[in-house]
């Protein structure tokens, strides 16, 4: 079952601005970007071309997993406003 | 609005377990504890296995069993040791009257409780983020929300693993990966009867499986299956470093142990209903932050109240919040909101079972870091191992099968690994029994 079937499974209303922002020129020097790997959502990916880091906070499950792997300490994390986010159903 | 018209005796941030069972026991007292929720309801945000536990909820809600949305009771717990592809299980059938746990949909639990606790004269808050706590002369006095500030005489933060709060007061550093869990989990729907077949249980009865290895072998992480009344709950925990420069993705690793033989079958044709993913703070004793300060407790998963030996972690959520509403109760008595006063709540943890068992697996994941690559590899396959050869009939002879079984388990670890390992042990099981 690939990500994006197991993320449709999930009741989520978007904010318009991203909760989660990454220091982007950290994120350039950044050597290992363990974010990519450890958002269980897939949220970041990192775009060659525009040597950036892409945020798709709209799939966040509000873990923070990525808050405590960013080697740089310079993910500015917060929780979505309080009407938006994820909702679990069953959890 | 001023501090004196926007003033209340209590505030608790975070409607999990923790802060539920503070606002409900403070709120028995003849208290209006305020318990501020981010989520649309109480448990809309809320992750875990999981099974909460019969004797700590009683604590706290004495005939929950009659009122409850509770899925089922386990009676079972089965303990398997998966290899690439073959696994060993050990199972324990308790009489069902003594069960100890309920496996719930958190979603349906927390908000029994938030309602029970606004029955009893809380008041719920919620589609509320807390931003920050309001300091005043190194005393806590209040939180400010999006919207508003409000003041409280106590804040009790509940604000689960995450707390940004417990961060921003300096109760914790910031969480190293090493002393956290990834946990990744499915419901999978499946009509009830074919539950009760796979797994062998009645109606209302539930099993829990424990999973060792399999797509975690040499990595320090383990499984779970809960049974809920016409689902299953399937997923894994893994420690956060784990995952660090790796390349490995935890979704991967659940998908990869839902294949594993010994499990397949028993989610078959069963549907996934929800995907969640959740932290488990797994730093043990001696990453505990401070509990206690002028005009606030930490409470729950935000305080790191978590026996990862034994996953458990909502009756410790519950527990700790009763004691720290219980304290509150006792400054609100006394008038006196200082750091000596709330440092009851440590001294009654401390008392408590809690603190003791956090204290006796003090050693644990120091000796489980060490040694993850030897103890979740080496020995779970060695295990099957054994039970391959015990079980083989292949027409050689059995003595020769003991010989190269043990022959190949000394080669392979070495004298020098199997006597480090052995001492490891050895340790820390002195540090669990002794001292």
């Given amino acids: 079952m690939n990500l994006d079937k197991k993320l449709s499974t999930l009741k989520y209303t978007p904010d318009e601005n991203s909760h989660l922002k990454p220091t982007q020129e950290d994120c350039v020097s950044c050597k290992t970007r363990s974010c990519i790997n450890a958002c269980p959502a897939g949220v970041y990916e990192w775009l060659e071309n525009e040597n950036k880091l892409l945020v798709k906070y709209e799939n966040c499950l509000e873990c923070g997993a990525c808050r405590i792997i960013c080697a740089k300490h310079s993910l500015n994390w917060e929780y979505p406003k309080g009407t938006k986010g994820v909702t679990f159903k069953k959890g | 609005m001023s501090e004196e018209t926007n003033k209340t005796d209590i505030i608790i941030v975070g409607g999990g377990p923790a802060g539920l069972a503070a606002a409900v026991t403070i709120a028995r007292a003849g208290y209006k504890p305020i318990v501020i929720e981010r989520g649309t309801f109480a448990g809309s945000k809320n992750v875990f296995g999981g099974a909460i536990y019969t004797d700590a909820t009683k604590e706290i809600f004495p005939d929950f069993e009659q009122t409850a949305p509770l899925e089922r009771k386990n009676i079972e717990h089965k303990f398997a040791i998966l290899g690439e592809n073959d696994s060993t299980v050990i199972s324990y059938r308790n009489n069902p009257k003594d069960a100890v746990s309920y496996s719930v949909i958190r979603a349906k639990f927390d908000r029994w409780m938030a309602e029970e606790a606004e029955k009893a004269g809380a008041v719920i808050v919620e589609e509320t983020v807390v931003k920050e706590l309001l300091i005043d002369d190194e005393k806590v006095v209040g939180i400010r929300t999006e919207l508003e500030d409000y003041y409280a005489n106590i804040v009790i933060i509940a604000d689960g693993v995450n707390s940004l709060l417990s961060k921003q007061i300096g109760f914790r550093e910031d969480i190293k990966p090493k ?49 809920n009344k016409d689902s299953i709950s399937i997923g894994l925990g893994i420690t956060l470093d784990e995952l660090d420069g790796t390349g490995i993705k935890p979704y991967e690793l659940l998908d990869k142990i839902k294949s594993h033989p010994t499990l ?32 606030v407790m930490v409470v729950g998963d935000a305080a790191m109240l978590v026996n990862n030996m034994h996953w458990e972690g909502t009756n410790l959520a519950m527990l700790s919040g009763k004691i720290a509403g219980e304290t509150a109760i006792f400054a609100l008595s006394q008038n006196d909101f200082s750091k000596e006063t709330l440092s009851k709540y440590d001294k009654e943890l401390k008392k408590s079972f809690i603190m003791k ?65 052995g001492w490891s042990v050895l340790k820390l099981i002195w540090s669990i029994l002794v001292k």
């Fill in chain 2, 179 to 227: 002393d956290v869990a990834l946990s990744v989990k499915e419901v999978i729907k499946l009509d009830k009867n074919i539950i009760n077949d796979r797994f062998l249980i009645n109606d209302d009865e539930g099993c829990i499986y424990e999973l060792f290895g399999g797509s975690m072998l040499a990595k320090l992480g383990l499984g779970f299956i809960y049974t």
């Fill in chain 2, 264 to 295: 397949a079958p028993l989610i078959k044709d069963g549907e996934t209903i929800e995907y969640s993913a959740h932290l488990i703070p797994e730093g043990g004793y001696k990453k505990l932050p401070k509990l206690s300060g002028s005009g």
């Fill in chain 2, 357 to 421: 068992d956090l204290y006796t697996y003090r050693n644990l994941m120091d000796v489980m870091h060490d040694k993850k690559s030897v103890f979740m590899d080496f020995y779970f396959k060695k295990i099957n191992t054994f039970f391959e050869m015990f079980t083989s009939v292949n027409g050689i002879p059995k003595r020769k099968l003991y010989r190269t079984f043990i022959k190949d388990f000394i080669k392979e670890r070495g004298l020098c690994g199997l006597f480090s390992d």
